[in-house]
């Protein structure tokens, strides 16, 4: 584990590092809950935000409590913007109308995005919306990939989640091409909803070694996750959780995944 104290920054690596060298089939993939742009200073630093993303040299990039144009976040269009302060081609997706704008997700591509989809979740009545936004993106390699970002209920009530992941299964567990779902699933591994959803997918994290993923300041659960179908497919090359306590409340947790065929 290495510590950078100045930032307040933690990187904690549970594989070897990532090597120029190894394969071009592999693929870089983070995801992230950014606090709806505030930084837990509240100050909308939004490049210490694109920082983080940027210091991982991303090809995909999932993005949850994403707002859009609310009054809260400044009436920021947040992907646009940390789409141009990376580089990376962007897609939002609402799951609700929020503050005088939108509330949800959003991904960020290295690679030509060829469509786009923004699949409602369901939900209670009495509870949040939430969605999942698939992207289509071209390999450099000619592969197709489906990039999947998603954000689930967040109540202590397993009943949303629990139908938000069949959900996902039935939607996206049949997809003929490589598949990669990433996002705050708002559960901790063995939990009812995370193991149904590992009945069709492959996680990416060690099941003997969990590190947590939340709170940045005290990380002590994991809640945030990348998986794969199908999941003979996919060697996991490397596996990071990135704490920095200012960016988010949230660690960003990163992977190197390797496609095979």
């Keep these: 584990m290495l510590r950078i104290t100045g930032s307040l920054f933690i990187i ?9 060298a190894q394969s071009s089939r592999q693929i870089r993939i983070l995801t992230f809950n950014i606090l709806h742009g505030a930084t837990t200073r509240n100050d909308f630093d939004l490049d210490t935000i694109a920082h983080l993303i940027l210091q991982t040299k991303p090809d995909l990039v999932a993005l949850q ?19 141009d302060r990376t580089g990376m081609m962007g897609r939002y997706a609402a799951a609700m109308p929020y503050d005088g704008g939108e509330y ?20 209670s009545p009495e509870n949040e919306p939430r969605a999942a936004l698939e992207i289509m993106v071209k390999t450099p390699w000619g592969d197709t990939l489906s990039f ?25 567990a ?5 598949t990669i779902l990433a996002g705050d699933l708002n559960d901790i591994p063995g939990s009812q909803p995370i193991n149904i959803l590992e009945e069709k997918w492959q996680p990416s994290y060690h099941k003997s070694d969990i590190v947590p993923t939340f709170s940045s300041s005290n990380p002590r659960k994991k809640i945030d996750y990348i998986m794969f179908l199908p999941n003979h497919q996919w060697h996991i090359v490397q596996r990071q959780v990135i704490c920095d306590q ?3 409340d949230h660690c960003a947790y990163f992977v190197i995944a390797e496609l095979r065929d």
């Design 12 to 20: 904690l690596n549970l594989l070897p590092f990532y090597s120029e």
């Design 65 to 83: 409590e994403v707002d859009n144009k609310t009054n809260r976040a400044k009436g920021y269009d947040l992907v646009k913007e940390l789409s």
């Design 104 to 123: 949800g997700e959003g991904v960020l591509s290295g690679w030509d995005i060829v469509q786009s989809r923004n699949v409602a979740l369901p939900h």
């Design 148 to 172: 999947i970002g998603t954000h689930l209920d967040h109540l202590r009530d397993k009943k949303d989640r629990i139908s938000q992941i069949k959900k996902i299964n039935e939607v996206f």
């Design 174 to 178: 049949g997809n003929t091409i490589p």
């Design 246 to 248: 200012v960016a988010s």
